[in-house]
């Protein structure tokens, strides 16, 4: 999603149900036997169920594979189509990037579809992972490690340039930089059979259940063998991903054309294909639409044009499989989801939520964080501090430090008395939170050594607690979170003359919330680290 949003597409301008299925029911009697329903996000669209059992009807003229690509959110919500989600979409697994790839938060609900997809009917499963450096490519073997035990196909997909992505050539990895890197700590790795006219290119490591591939669309490009077609939501017809040209098939059947028509102008667009696109150092799509208003991935080849053109030309490479995209999502309705960002207005910018119409209720929400220090500084915030000074004594270098530590003062009574400051000044450091009456802000720093279940290895840390409360519109969770912040910011700026160098603050989240619209919230609480006994 591009930071500075989309422009909203409005609903008379997107294909209607009949419109949709009058193109795929053309393009399957001409050969397509592979529909796949992609976006942004298809599963957002009204009626989406009634296209697919439509689609299903084609089958008796050909038709053999209906696909979705989908990121997962809201597959709890719509068993019928999870049948058809074969393609799920996650660029990191780490929860923070997430949303900052996709605007949104949802990681879980992801892995969780996922987790539903791989143990449904689904002959197979594709993970698309659009590697970019510095984001997300050290997580290649995170990803790579799903295949032992899952029967996934994770593809790895080359950073394209398009509108609003900020695209430059230093952050696209190469396929084959990856491929050596994953052949360094996996040497027997070893080619894995492709589907016909796939745009990866497989492999697998003996004893894993699944595999992984490469598209590699910018540094070796496939245009000889990609057979893919996309239609948009707004019913232009793509032939190539990085080709800014469209036709608009929507305004010819709005006009009154013809079927036999229709076939003619898909033709002339299939045979204006081009027999490769430019490329990486060359390639130019500054005019062409963010991925998120064309959906799938990859390109389109030359396999349809004697169907289309009636041409018998021995260069055509007419394949057995012959994909079509088409896009059904309405980028106005996918904003208006429960998944969108409430901060943002219907254009894309920044928006204080209105408040006006809620009802002042009880709210509470309770924080959580740690940071995580050498047993040196653990020492130093659990002993009581010595009196008096040390003028004129010899002082080790550790003693030295932990002196200028301890003339700062009490390091856990400094943090929580700045994270209650912190949880009260939230509206003046986070730009779109309403100010709040605070009613209680309690704060809690408690020294732990916790041991991590797998490995055994025990780790010193402060635990920050937050519990905030209000009688108010909107909830205290920014409040909360603030004040956990805060307050391990400031035992790292306490002991940083000890521990500058060691200390780690993670696992900031809500642990609980009640009160509001959207009810009561408990989150379950992870078993990887546990206190040590």
Not at 160 to 185: A, H, I, Q, Y
Not at 323 to 346: F, G, K, Q
Not at 384 to 413: C, F, Q, V
Not at 417 to 437: Q, R, V
């Amino acid at each position: 999603m591009p930071s500075d949003g989309i422009e909203l597409s409005p609903d008379g301008k997107i294909l209607t149900n009949e419109e949709v299925i009058r193109l795929a029911t053309l393009f399957v009697k001409s050969g397509v036997t592979k529909i796949r329903l992609t976006g942004g996000e298809p599963t957002v669209r009204k009626g989406v169920e009634d296209i697919i059992g439509s689609l299903k009807d084609l089958r008796r003229f050909g038709l053999k594979s209906i696909g979705m690509t989908s990121n997962g959110l809201s597959l709890h919500r719509r068993p019928v189509i999870a049948a058809h989600i074969d393609h799920s979409s996650l660029d990191t697994l780490d929860p923070f990037k997430f949303e900052l790839i996709t605007r949104r938060r949802g990681h879980d609900a992801v892995l969780k579809a996922l987790h539903v997809a791989l143990n449904s009917s689904l002959q197979s499963v594709k993970l698309n992972v659009v590697v970019v450096k510095g984001l997300n490519d050290a997580e290649v073997f995170d990803f790579v490690k799903m295949t032992k035990d899952n029967p996934l196909s994770v593809r790895f997909i080359e950073f394209m340039p398009f509108t609003g992505n900020k695209w430059d050539k230093k952050k696209m990895v190469p396929s084959s930089d990856l491929l050596e890197r994953l052949s360094t700590r996996y040497p027997n790795l070893e080619r894995a059979p492709d589907e016909l006219n796939d745009t990866a290119r497989s492999w697998r490591i003996p004893g894993h259940a699944g595999s992984f591939g490469f598209i590699s669309s910018m540094s070796d490009h496939f245009c000889s063998s990609c057979n893919r077609l996309r239609i948009t939501a707004d019913g232009q017809i793509k032939v190539c991903l990085f080709d800014a040209k469209e036709l608009s098939l929507r305004d010819e059947m709005r006009a009154g054309v013809s079927d036999d028509d229709l076939i003619q102008l898909i033709g002339r667009a299939v045979f204006g294909k081009k027999e490769k696109h430019a490329g990486m150092e060359d390639i130019d799509v500054v005019t062409n639409r963010p991925m998120i208003l064309i959906g799938g991935y990859p390109n389109f080849g030359p396999s349809l044009r004697r169907k289309f053109t009636n041409r018998t030309s021995s260069a055509c490479l007419v394949s057995q499989s012959t994909v079509l995209t088409v896009r059904p999502w309405n980028t106005s309705a996918a904003i208006r989801t429960a998944h969108s960002l409430t901060h943002l207005d219907e254009q894309g910018r920044a928006s204080m939520v209105d408040i006006t119409d809620k009802h002042s209720t009880k709210r509470i929400a309770t924080a959580v964080g740690r940071i995580f220090i050498s047993p040196v500084a653990y020492d130093l915030v659990t002993s009581t501090y010595p009196t008096g000074d040390h003028k004129g004594s010899t002082l080790t270098e550790e003693e030295k430090m932990k002196s200028k530590a301890r003339r700062k003062g009490d390091a856990l009574t400094v943090a929580q008395l700045a994270a209650i400051m912190g949880a009260k000044k939230t509206s003046d450091l986070i730009p779109l939170c309403h100010p709040l009456p605070l009613n209680k802000v309690a704060v809690t720093l408690t020294p732990e050594v916790l041991e991590e279940e797998k490995s055994g290895v025990r780790r010193h840390c402060i635990t920050c607690r937050a519990t905030v409360s209000t009688d108010g519109k909107t909830g205290v969770e920014m409040e909360a979170l603030t004040a956990v912040s805060v307050g391990l910011l400031t035992v790292w700026d306490m002991l940083k003359a000890v521990d500058g160098r060691e200390m780690e603050i993670g696992g900031i989240m809500v642990s609980h919330k009640a009160g509001g619209r959207s009810g009561d919230f408990e989150r379950e609480q992870g078993h990887t680290i546990s206190p040590a006994i």
